[in-house]
């Protein structure tokens, strides 16, 4: 972010994509290279993490979730011989009868923990729910499963939670998937993200918020929708280069114009596009760099690219087709510093919505257009190999 006596200042998200958590302190790896010289140190910068320590308010209103579980559905709540009391104020549930503490279902837990059901008749056709676990970590699996639905418990802190820190509030989001027991790394098109909210005092307790799995909606029809990203010739977007073409030469700060689009024939004319994360990378994979963050520029990147818009130039319509422009640039080799040769590629997460969902572009962060002409026309007349996956 900038320098001041000697000492470098930097800024990273807690979810950026080189944040890792170990031991309750999030860490950072960094390459620095000195001005005078060619050799690369490695620094980590970490940050502590506050293990939540979750502690009940006295409330007239009872905590969310479901108390009325069937037997075989319930997840057991704090130690063996917990008492009522002790339960209740666990924010579990206690059956009197048979003398167990249990956790709420499809609730985050006062003690961190996501406790919910997922069901394998929200698709058709249904999955097997002994195949589901946490994405990208198959050791994390249901604590039980059952002919028609399982059951997970998760720390909030385990199986690569994402962890946002917003205000005074702490929020924890885990996504679950299929994977086919026989086929590694072959995954169904079945997922599922579940998020909590905790409230923290200035102590760093947490009170319960709220937790509402958003178990998909019954499949009334069987299709696909397949998406495409094209590159066009200019910022008219009337003709575009042909895979054939590609990798495309231009020059350095100049603007490749890009479009992401639901491909035609579309299954469906009131489905939507929202183009979420774009991201550059190198053919080797030895860095990434963020174009599009939550639909908006990069604001650490002074070549900003534009706000993807629609076909009209629009960010508030649901549309199938957003365009968005990206200013040149080339990666430095980590061997010797200087600007790689390596063609570079982009690569975008989007979103598909039905009519109903909320599914527009807007964003607060933009790049004047003064200043973007004023960047292109002093750009450095340097070739670099740019393509696109």
Not at 73 to 102: A, K
Not at 213 to 225: C, E, R
């Amino acid at each position: 972010m900038g320098e001041k006596n000697g000492t470098l200042s930097f800024y990273s998200r807690y979810d950026s994509c080189y944040t890792q958590v170990k031991d309750h302190t999030l860490v950072v790896s960094l390459e620095v290279q000195l001005i005078s010289g060619n050799q690369w140190y490695r620094v980590n910068i970490t940050c502590p993490l506050h293990k939540m320590v979750h502690k009940p308010h006295i409330r007239t209103m009872s905590p969310p979730g479901k108390c009325n579980i069937h037997r075989a559905l319930r997840v057991n709540c704090g130690p063996q011989d917990v008492s009522s009391d002790g339960c209740l104020r666990l924010g579990c549930c206690y059956d009197y009868h048979r003398s167990t503490c249990y956790y709420r279902m499809n609730a985050c837990s006062l003690d961190g923990h996501f406790v919910f059901s997922v069901k394998a008749t929200d698709t058709n056709p249904p999955f097997n729910p002994s195949d589901l676990i946490v994405k990208d970590h198959p050791q994390c699996s249901p604590v039980a499963t059952f002919a028609d639905r399982a059951i997970f418990k998760i720390g909030v802190m385990e199986c690569g939670t994402k962890m946002m820190v917003k205000g005074d509030v702490v929020s924890y989001e885990v996504e679950v998937e299929v994977m086919r027991p026989k086929s590694i790394g072959k995954h169904l098109p079945f997922s599922l993200q579940v998020q909590c909210q905790y409230e923290r005092s200035a102590h760093h307790h947490a009170n319960l918020r709220s937790l509402n799995p958003t178990n998909p909606p019954p499949v009334t029809a069987l299709g696909s929708v397949r998406v495409q990203m094209r590159i066009a010739t200019d910022e008219s977007f009337t003709s575009f280069l042909p895979g054939g073409h590609l990798p495309l030469t231009v020059s350095l700060r100049k603007p490749v114009f890009v479009e992401v689009s639901i491909a035609p024939p579309s299954p469906d004319p009131s489905l939507s596009l929202h183009v979420r994360d774009c991201f550059a990378y190198p053919s080797s994979r030895h860095s990434v760099w963020t174009l599009l963050y939550d639909g908006c520029p990069n604001p650490l990147d002074n070549m900003r690219s534009s706000v993807p818009v629609d076909s009209q130039g629009k960010t508030t319509s649901h549309s199938q087709v957003r365009r968005f422009d990206v200013k040149t640039f080339a990666f430095l080799d980590p061997e010797t510093g200087l600007p790689s040769v390596e063609e570079v590629y982009f690569y975008c997460w989007v979103e598909i919505c039905p009519e109903e969902v909320k599914c527009e572009q807007p964003c607060s962060i933009t790049s004047p257009a003064a200043e973007r002409m004023k960047r292109e026309a002093g750009s450095d007349q340097v070739s670099q190999l740019v393509s696109f996956g």
